[in-house]
Every structure is written in structure tokens, then in C-alpha cells.
């Protein structure tokens, strides 16, 4: 089983908080303070495929404003769902 830092696609990821739906985890990040809240029911099958999970940060702080110094990132069923 990966660990969650290696399923990020990050070493330096640090996992905040998990609880039993959902899992936080703080991303380094240069422009702006990044947390990504991951539901559990998503988790699993984003962990089959790396990749899916780094286009989906990607794209979202890719379409903010540069303005922005702090920023967290639902990740839940319906994202997953209008993401794929």
C-alpha cells in the first residue's frame, strides 16, 4: 500500500487531519498556502491513478486569481464526477 505522500505524487505533502470521510492534507505549494480536502469514498479510487489527482490540482488552482495567498481544495464524489 503507498503512502498518502506517495500517492500525492509529493514528498513533502503533510497530512493534516483525517477523520472518517475525509482526509486534509497541507501541499507545497510557491504560490499560495494549499490544503486539499479528499473525501474517503474518492480516495480509493484516485489512489488506483496518480495522475488523475495531480491534473484535478492542476487544473483547480491553475483558474484562480495570482492574488490569492491561501486556498483550500474540496475534492469530494462530485468533483471526481464533473472532473472525469
Request: hydrophobic share 35%; glycine share 2%; net charge positive.
Amino acid at each position: 500500500m503507498k503512502t498518502k505522500q506517495d500517492f500525492l505524487g509529493l514528498a513533502h505533502a503533510t497530512v493534516l487531519d483525517e477523520s472518517d470521510d475525509k482526509i486534509t492534507v497541507k501541499v507545497p505549494n510557491r504560490k499560495e498556502d494549499l490544503t486539499v480536502v479528499i473525501g474517503k469514498d474518492v480516495l480509493d479510487k484516485l489512489s488506483q491513478d496518480d495522475s488523475v489527482l495531480q491534473r484535478m490540482v492542476k487544473n483547480l488552482v491553475s483558474r484562480n486569481s495570482k492574488k490569492i495567498t491561501k486556498e483550500t481544495l474540496n475534492i469530494n464524489k462530485r468533483n471526481y464526477r464533473i472532473f472525469l
